[in-house]
Nanobody, 111 residues
């Protein structure tokens, strides 16, 4: 049974940083592409960043240059480093792979 468990969310001031983590169990982690999505209140879930097994990355235009996705295959973990956070980054952030979702972690950017 695949489980994805996110952590690292919280309340941060504009311009601040957070690092999200997602630990995957029940899968052969190093053969799957991993993704971070987010969903703000009243909005559709959107893809934020993706990383291939070989470490190639892709980002939504809204986060390019501010967010960095990375993975540690030895720890079955994917990360999302978020810098220069803006109020519009406020959302629940989800980890996703192979039709499996984590429970999400709340990120709130507010002064």
């Amino acid at each position: 049974q695949v489980q994805l468990v996110e952590s690292g969310g919280g309340l941060v001031q504009p311009g601040g940083s957070l690092r999200l983590s997602c630990v995957a169990t029940g899968i052969i982690f190093n053969i799957y592409r991993m993704h971070w999505y987010r969903q703000a209140p009243g909005k559709q879930r959107e893809l934020v960043a993706s990383i291939t097994t070989g470490g190639m990355t892709n980002y939504a235009d809204s986060v390019k240059g501010r967010f960095t996705i990375s993975r540690d295959n030895a720890k079955n973990t994917v990360y999302l480093q978020m810098n220069s956070l803006k109020p519009e980054d406020t959302a629940v952030y989800f980890c996703y792979t192979q039709m499996n979702w984590g429970q999400g972690t709340q990120v709130t950017v507010s002064s």
